[in-house]
């Protein structure tokens, strides 16, 4: 083997893992119903598609090689549009599993390990059982956040088992019944849809929290995260408003494990009060907050989104205590406090000029060299033009007053 020429090697090592990603064309649509398919929608022009291709290669070859039912392919949606469009691809890359008649779209990071299990979750039983106590802690141990149904036959399993098909992509939902629970756990009544979470566990009450996907699409988090982007992008999801104490990791000052620490209280210990509207967390960092508030954030601080219209609260006195952070949050709940952004027409035309000065400092600060030719160049050029126009104006205008200056003289020289 050490004979071997390494290039031919490598060669024979990528083609091998190739092949477990298969190329989709417009026969997919007939010889994919028997099976389960994790599919990759691209634009071979796409960046963020060429980006994701060494990873999509180690899905296949990990989801494969692990045994999984999981078949996984990818199509070029610019070759066979007709066939993208018929799954809903509306931009590139798109990620897919196709399930007999259902499409499930991947939302999360495009990391190998996400995208597996996102791929065994949704791939699996919607609602998984849970036949003894031995395998209830165990999934308590793994999940963070644990959903179950708890009883036999009735329309609540069904709407749960309806709410677990259009959820099934965010998280796991199981069954069991009450003889799984330790002791400790005591139920009001059953049936009963319970959610474990943050050391202690919390039961839907379809008369104070409205529908059942809606309860569950807001607990599906724990009370308390690190939020960062993306995190923030899927809290919106949530219909809740988003607290966050804006810290400085790498700072360990305390001022900001202080205003973290009064945070993760607030989430806890008034959890009755605000966790059907607020979400709790912190950011390590100010950069992505700047860019949503098109302004600079004091670090450590504190600050509250609604992502649904892109409006932000700031405490317009200091916070240093608990009474003091829980108040700011009652004022932006009961609307007494001033509301900034949002997504009128002046924020839309503020958001165009933000992101164009961005992307120009951006360039700038990646590449000085760069940013000069890509926009002195536009300049420059833009100069020239109007020197030109400038000068033949002028040079015009000088030329008409010598030819009247002429003509004067003349017609005096015949009058002498």
Known sequence: FACL??????????????????????TFKDKRVNDIWLVDFYAPWCGYCKKLEPIWN??????????????????????????????GVRGYPTIKLLKGDLAYNYKGPRTKDDIIEFANRVAGPTVRALPSKEMFEHMLKRHSVLFV??????????????VASELIVYTYFFSASEQVFPESITLPELPAVVVFKDGGYFTYDEYEDASLSSWVNKERFQGYLLIDGFTLYELGETGKLVAIAVIDEKDRAEESDRLKTLMQRVAKEYREHFSRDFQFGHMDGSDYINSLIMGEMPVPSVIILNTSNEQFFLPNEFIGTVEQLVHFINSVLNGSAQAYGGDGFFQKVRRIGFDARSTVMSVFRSSPLLGCFLFGLPLGVISLMCYGICTAESDYSMDDIDAHKRDGLTGEENRL
């Open 5 to 26: 020429d390494i290039p031919v090697v490598a060669a024979f090592l990528t083609s091998d893992v190739l092949a477990f990603v298969e190329d989709l064309d417009d």
């Open 149 to 162: 149904y708890v009883g036999g036959e009735s329309p609540l399993k069904e709407k749960y088992s309806d």
């Open 58 to 87: 180690e899905v296949g070859l990990e989801l494969k090689t692990s045994g999984s039912p999981v078949r996984v392919g990818k199509m070029d949606a610019t070759a066979y549009s007709g066939m993208a469009s018929e799954f």
